[in-house]
């Protein structure tokens, strides 16, 4: 009986909050509350459209245009992860500035009149550094993420009630009047919950609770989880859910599905993920046709992994396929598709929350499900053809019906086809790249090469090869390990061999470039080996190892391992020398980030030189100062002639790319840039390249985006559906 607390609550709750109704999605200050059907809020059940928006995967400037064109598009309802890397640095230090300021994101979906969904996580997953935890909890004596323990449970307990306390404060509660409808706690963790053993179940009845406890007077949903307690609600994850989700936990709670997957995450050295617009639709309108009432979109706007915020090879672009792309414009048919549906499915919308529904085979592949309120004398019908191949002609209510393959059908009074999922209507569009500048220049750009320690320079040292990460306690992506050794073997035609657990190493001796390897997302650890030539007497071996994000998934994050493992130079079958247990220096950083020299003000703390033809040399930094295209389109820097490292306009990091990393179709997997227009000023922009590789600066260059058609809008007449 305990799951019904919030129908006592709300009885009381009702009576003390009066707000006032202004625009649809701002509420009256009543708790949200659910049953079988649906969320209910403002005491109606809601059959909502969900997406996916990133507040720190975009700037502020763009957060407005965003949601205008999810509102446009048909959405009731933003979701959002809670990014808690973003937020608690350290512990108890804050930070809500600029790309971080949840409160003025929420404010935002408030002032365009749509609810919010805030997933907090505080693990998030999400392809983000570390899946959103701090990397800070990794030296907290004792703790084992995700699990009933102790220490964890105490930061990710004080991190939740620290955000729910900031909603409240700010009233952005829906029982407050404010946005937020729904919350989330933990996320998808059923697929490690096996791992903990008993402390699994134990980790969600806790979390659950404490949640519940915060009493935000809105439900809280944990996706991916089919024993959520109540009165926390499993929800659906995935690609399919209308197939696969084998329905909530009670047959009080409603049937959800917090991400519906517009596409997927791409990684380097791998392809963009393309779902056609029929696909979405096509499961979409199963989803509702089979109780759904919830559906969210992952990614609605994907955006940029800014700075050194993507997880172990993500590239820095996110879910470019979402029907917003990268940079906020639309992508056409997706977003016009979905937008019908949405209308479609809203049009008949009472029919569907309150009607009775009945379902039935209309042939071997081929359903119906009707929703009829026999009272009002209203009917809706989804026909379904899941045949992939084939028209199938089927009779319903005695008309007959030609479906296309692998087709929703929405009849309005049963009868009248007011949308079928894979006759597209909107029109594809295209986007135009318009080169501004050419960074060819040459005497504009200037250099740096970094310096490669010795083990002398080291002051960490020690006789074994530690863990990258707990070395760099994430500050950098880089660690050198460094040693010195007398070559006193005869060694005819030695090589180098280096095995990593990832993701990035690059090799000098004595100074002198050998080479790199890397593993893939799919494959972190590799082995690297090089022919090498030695001096007689003292060597120097310094090895560059990279990490291209923390890992964001999977049990016991905080025991992962990464960097190097074995070190060693052959000789001969016999003989080697064997480096695993050796005297190893240690640096974290170059020194280019450690004297921060992409920032302007610390420019002029090394020496620049002209950068003379092609210079392709690695661990190298390039400075240019450029103008600003003209205009208001999205701009992007087109690295396509670099190898791998990082790039900054005017102080900030735009992410890090890695182009030399081909795809199995021999392409790069991302190659052009975003550079916010917020980023940049009128004049005299400073973009700072660091490239491991080599790379030539002198083919980069800037580019506008912009599309080819601009975006009808579908007339409701020529839709021709009635309009309840
Ligand atoms: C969270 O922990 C900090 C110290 O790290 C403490 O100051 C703060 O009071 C705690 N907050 C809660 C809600 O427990
Ligand atoms: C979710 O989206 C994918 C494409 O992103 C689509 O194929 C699938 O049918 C959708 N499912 C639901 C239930 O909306
Ligand atoms: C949908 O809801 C109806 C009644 O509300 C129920 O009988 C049916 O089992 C549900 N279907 C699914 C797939 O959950
Ligand atoms: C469903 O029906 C009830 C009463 O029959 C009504 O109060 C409610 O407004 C209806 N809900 C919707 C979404 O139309
Ligand atoms: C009705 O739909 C459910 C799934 O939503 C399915 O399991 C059941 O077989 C269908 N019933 C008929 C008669 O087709
Ligand atoms: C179908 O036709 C038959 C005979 O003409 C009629 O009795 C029945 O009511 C019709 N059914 C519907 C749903 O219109
Ligand atoms: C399938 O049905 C659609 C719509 O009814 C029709 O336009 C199309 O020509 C049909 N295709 C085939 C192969 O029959
Ligand atoms: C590293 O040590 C060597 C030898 O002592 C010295 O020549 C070099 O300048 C040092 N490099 C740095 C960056 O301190
Ligand atoms: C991390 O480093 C500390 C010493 O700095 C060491 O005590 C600890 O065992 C290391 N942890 C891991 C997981 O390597
Ligand atoms: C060769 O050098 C290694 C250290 O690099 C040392 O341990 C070994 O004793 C030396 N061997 C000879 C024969 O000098
Ligand atoms: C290194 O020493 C070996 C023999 O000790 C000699 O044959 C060789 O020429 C020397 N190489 C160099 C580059 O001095
Ligand atoms: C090198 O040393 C490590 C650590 O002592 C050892 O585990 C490994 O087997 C050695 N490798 C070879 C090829 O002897």
Redesign the pocket.
Known sequence: MELWWWQLRRAFVVAAVVVVITQEGCVRGEDVTYDGRSLIIDGERRLLFSGSIHYPRSTPEMWGSLIGKAKEGGLNVIQTYVFWNRHEPQPGQYDFSGRNDLVKFIKEIQAQGLYACLRIGPFIESEWTYGGLPFWLHDVPGIVYRSDNEPFKFYMQNFTTKIVNLMKSEGLYASQGGPIILSQIENEYQNIEAAFHEKGPSYVRWAAKMAVDLQTGAPWVMCKQTDAPDPVINTCNGMKCGQTFGGPNSPNKPTMWTENWTSFYQVYGGEPYIRSAEDIAFHVALFIARNGSYINYYMYHGGTNFGRTGSAYVITGYYDQAPLDEYGLLRQPKWGHLKELHAAIKSCSTTLLNGTRTNFSLGQLQEAYVFSEESAGRCVAFLINNDEKSNATVQFRNASHELMPKSVAILSDCEKEIFNTARVNTKQNKRIIRSTKIFDTMDKWQKFTDIIPNFENTSLQSDTLLEHMNVTKDVSDYLWYTLS?????SCAEPVLVVESLGHVTHAFINNMYIGNGHGSHDTKQFVMEKPIGLNNGTNNISLLSVMVGLPDSGAYLERRFAGLRRVEIQCSKKEL?NFTNYDWGYQVGLLGEKMQIYKEENMDNVEWSDVGGSSNQPLTWYKIVFEPPVGNDPVILNLSSMGKGEAWVNDQSIGRYWVSFLTSKGKPSQTMYHIPRSFLKNSGNLLVLLEEYGGNPLHTSLNTISLSTMYEPISHNELRYKNY
């Open positions: 050794f007398q070559h006193n073997i020398y």
